[in-house]
């Protein structure tokens, strides 16, 4: 206890706390000049409820206020912030609870920036722990005072939540009011990181943190809306979208770049690391990113993945991340982020059933991928085939898209069945979930499907493909079926020439080797592949287990490009 007997004294009883560079300590008559300066600061105003106008009958209406606090007995008031000789702010205490007690500041325009405020509540937090027996220090601010935000973050307070719409703003707005709190034996340094986005800049673009004036200019589209889930902002709701961001970032969760053109430094998108503050999964993170319509289909987004992988990935003492895994998540009908990911080195681990959930109500699968630190990312990146467009006499190859769902289911092909074991066939209701399994392995780089289509009609009759693509040894199986109607007439023949032709000529997959089975004595199968110049290299007995049960044995058949050429009237 420092106060005499009887009635405390203002200002001799206020405790004066010093460390060497501020000084805590009673108001002065002297102080009011520099309070009325801070007190007219539209940064202050934004911060702090005053009065309007504030003046110096003002200010010494809040020194009465602060003389009658400390005279009034208590240990928790306000103290002046010195700072080379003059009044450099406010700070105080002010009793919410047995034990528990509310910080407050604010300090005049010139110090700001200086990391007085810090060192002012450091003092006042130790003392208040330390001299006055406080088992719990609170904090709060207008969402949005980042400094004040950054000083309990300096000092170990854990941010509890946000209070919405209880801040009355000086322009007659209301915003939300940021609480928080330390306990007594908290460590009195950040818990968490407050990330800043690093600019990276390569390959034509520039990831950069988001300023104020980065509303986006074109409205967001249907795959953007869907997909995204909120991560891409909307011009009207961009102010709100940006605060979030730098929230995030403050509490250690993100780090939030912008894509923006290196030349012009107009926006094109956005692209983050986020669930970063769980002990759990620290030295790791999930990534995701978008652009802007008109920003697509230029490389921009597999640009800015390589900036940031590698910065991710770098140690922190050469100015990156150190982190070891980063882990992704795409829409198994996002074609594009899933192309972007596999070039980029990433790989797919599995996909989740029944996430995520939209708006309107319908649900999808994801597709997850990761890639560690430690894996050689140039073996694991994966470019997308093309589906080219070949063409015979009678028919199209080309690839399977939404028009070419069935009408109706299929009626049972027991024909089918009995040479393929499964139903090869796209159904009626589940096409789209067809047509995305058939497109993973173009993503991927191992498989090409062609849906064959009668060239006068433009009907689908049944569909070829190479699968297992991909490897050094350059090799690949291929497989076929057809519809009922297009059966007999020499079709599966006329599109494995067409097939074979592009799998094993340089200006197509360039293969080096064709592989394929078939049920021993499918006799219409074996007779096309050896009508492509496939031979028989060999069995399998007993292998095959037909849609009935029925055991069988399976025969293998092959094709080098080496013998592919020697055959006359085929194209080397």
């Known amino acids: 206890m420092w106060f005499a007997a009887g009635m405390p004294v203002f200002p001799d009883d206020v405790p004066e706390l010093r460390d060497g560079a501020v000084t805590l300590r009673a108001h002065r008559e002297s102080d009011l000049p520099r309070i009325v300066e801070f007190a007219r600061d539209p940064r202050t105003r934004a911060g702090v409820p005053l009065p309007s106008p504030y003046g110096m009958e003002q200010a010494r209406e809040f020194l009465d206020k602060v003389r009658a606090t400390w005279e009034s007995g208590t240990r928790e008031g306000a103290w002046a912030i010195e700072v080379d000789g003059r009044w450099a702010g406010s700070i105080n205490l002010h009793p919410r609870a047995d034990g528990t007690t509310e910080i407050g500041f604010g300090v005049h325009p010139d110090v700001r920036g200086r990391g007085v405020t810090t060192a002012a509540a450091r003092l006042l937090v130790t003392h208040a722990f330390d001299d006055l027996g406080m088992r719990t220090v609170v904090w709060r601010a207008a969402q949005g005072n980042w400094a004040s935000r950054r000083v309990a973050w300096a000092l170990g307070f854990t941010l509890d939540g946000t209070w919405p719409a209880t801040h009355h703003g000086p322009d007659g707005g209301v915003t939300g009011t940021w609480f928080g709190h330390l306990h007594a034996g908290d460590p009195r340094s950040p818990q968490l990181p407050w990330w800043e986005p690093t600019v990276l800049e390569g390959d034509g673009i520039r990831l950069r943190p988001w300023t104020e004036a980065d509303a986006p200019d074109e409205p967001l589209d249907e795959g953007l809306s869907r997909f995204m889930l909120g991560s891409a902002p909307s011009a009207e709701g961009f102010d709100d979208w940006l605060r979030a961001r730098r929230e995030r970032m403050a509490g250690g969760e993100a780090i939030v770049w912008c894509v923006a053109d290196a030349r012009t430094d107009r926006p094109l998108g956005g692209i983050q690391l986020f669930r970063m503050n769980l002990p759990m999964l620290r030295g790791s993170a999930m990534l995701a990113y978008w652009l802007q319509q008109s920003a697509r289909g230029r490389g921009h987004a597999a640009a800015a993945l390589e900036l940031l992988v590698s910065h991710a990935f770098s140690s922190p003492s050469d100015g990156g991340l150190g982190l070891r895994r980063i882990g992704a998540n ?46 050689d990312r140039d073996s694991q990146r994966a470019r997308a085939l093309p589906v080219p467009t070949l063409r015979t006499a009678r028919l199209v190859l080309r690839a399977w898209s939404e028009q070419d769902a069935p009408a109706t289911e299929p009626e049972p092909d027991s024909q089918a069945a009995a040479a393929m074991g499964v139903e090869p066939r796209p159904p009626a209701a589940g096409y789209r979930s067809w047509l995305l399994r058939e497109r993973s392995d173009e993503l991927a780089g191992t498989g090409v499907e062609w849906c064959i289509v009668d060239a006068g009609t433009e009907r689908p009759l049944g569909s070829i493909g190479v699968r297992g693509l991909g490897t050094p040894l350059r090799s690949g199986t291929v497989g076929y079926w057809l519809y009922d109607e297009g059966r007999g007439r020499g079709l599966a023949a006329e599109a494995l020439k067409a097939v074979v032709d592009h799998a094993l000529s340089p200006g197509g997959l360039d293969l080096l080797r064709l592989d394929a089975a078939t049920v021993d004595g499918n006799h219409a199968s074996m007779l096309t592949l050896a009508t492509a110049g496939f031979r028989q290299y060999g069995n399998d007995h007993g292998s095959f287990v037909a849609h009935d049960g029925t055991i069988t044995d399976t025969a293998y058949f092959e094709l080098l490009a080496v013998e592919h050429a020697r055959q006359p009237g085929d194209p080397a």
């Open 330 to 375: 795409a829409d198994v009908e996002n074609l594009a982020s899933q192309r972007v990911l596999r070039a980029g080195g990433f790989r797919a681990i599995g996909t989740v059933s029944g996430l995520p959930a939209y708006d309107d109500g319908s649900v999808s699968d994801e597709v997850e991928f990761e890639l560690l630190s430690t894996d």
